[in-house]
């Protein structure tokens, strides 16, 4: 996870990082819809406005988080 606590410490001024143990809480995985692992969930105000799914993740990398991260804070 080296690359999201870079990528956290970059955009710190933009948004806030959080690590989520899916298998402690199997309850509110389900809840948020994480079905894989690696997921990114997007919350502005409280609520849910976007997610990035292991597959987007594996083909385009942190870029994926990176772009959708500028495209929710223009």
Known sequence: M???E????EKSDVATFFAFDTTGNMRMAMK???MGI???LFYK????VASLDKD???EKGMAAVTDKLEELTV
């Open 2 to 4: 080296p690359d999201v």
């Open 6 to 9: 870079k990528l956290a410490d």
């Open 32 to 34: 948020q819809k994480v």
């Open 38 to 40: 690696p997921a990114y």
């Open 45 to 48: 105000d409280g609520e849910k």
């Open 56 to 58: 987007i993740l594996e």
